[in-house]
């Protein structure tokens, strides 16, 4: 059980593109989720917390008009990452966590690699 | 405000030896924390965690991790390290935003094991 996916695995786009990419649990519902970013031989930043039907919390120095995220539903969050330019290349990561737990337990998932040409 | 330190961002041991990744924490709240490891280009995977019941933690494949509130301490060990165990190790608090804190992450300690 509680297991998180992510599509697409990897993605190769132009700078300028937008690239979308979707976070589900897919066996349990998830009132938060959370997403990070990490680089090359480091650790996981968070970039910003979804929570389901409201507006995306935003760490500091995340740029919310850049880093769109939408959590519509219970098991699916999307970050969509807008006019992408080759300093986003990074390796993305989302969790979740169940609904009602309360000892903060995330779930990962596989992540996304994003590389922009 | 939380933090993590992980002391070493390398650690190479032996086949069968030891395996201790040391992480000390900060926390003005008691702690939730975690270790999960994570294998190339994969997302990570829960080893163990503490939420304040026994304070030596047993987790999935073989490791174990102590929780030491006077050292600040929640380092991670097994036994007996076995080739599979390479992979790159976090350390994580939780802040404890309601009910649905978010992690913060130490650094990282990548541990290779030889033959």
């Known amino acids: 059980g509680a297991v998180v996916s992510q599509h697409p695995s990897w993605v190769i786009c132009k700078s300028g593109t937008s690239v979308k990419i979707e976070c589900r649990s897919l066996?349990?519902?998830?009132?938060?989720m959370f997403w990070y970013r990490q680089f090359p031989k480091q650790s996981l930043m968070l970039m910003a917390t979804?929570?389901?039907?409201?507006?995306?919390?935003?760490e500091q120095g995340v740029e919310k008009d850049k880093f769109l995220i939408n959590h519509a539903s219970l098991t699916l969050s999307t970050l969509t990452v807008t006019s992408a330019h080759p300093e986003d290349s990074s390796f993305y990561i989302c969790?979740?966590?169940?609904?009602?737990?309360?000892?903060?337990?995330?779930?990962f998932g596989p992540g996304t690699r994003l590389t922009v040409l | 405000a939380q933090s993590v330190t992980q002391l070493g961002s390398h650690v190479s041991v032996s086949e069968g030896a030891l395996v201790l990744l040391r992480c000390n924490y900060s926390?003005?709240?008691?702690?939730?924390l975690f270790w999960y490891v994570q294998y190339p280009n994969q997302g990570l995977q829960l080893l163990l965690k503490?939420?304040?019941?026994?304070?030596l933690v047993k987790g999935i494949n073989g490791f174990e991790a102590e929780f030491k509130k006077s050292e600040t301490s929640f380092h991670l060990t097994k036994p007996s390290a076995h080739m599979s165990d390479a992979a790159e190790y976090f350390c994580?608090?939780?802040?404890?935003?309601?009910?649905?804190?978010?992690?913060?992450f130490g650094k990282g300690t990548k541990l290779s094991v030889k033959p």
């Open positions: 066996d349990f519902q998830a009132t938060t």
């Open positions: 926390s003005s709240v008691p702690p939730y």
């Open positions: 994580a608090v939780s802040d404890h935003r309601g009910s649905q804190g978010n992690l913060i």
């Open positions: 979804s929570n389901e039907g409201s507006k995306a919390t935003y």
């Open positions: 969790s979740a966590s169940p609904s009602g737990r309360k000892n903060n337990e995330q779930f």
């Open positions: 503490y939420t304040s019941a026994a304070t």
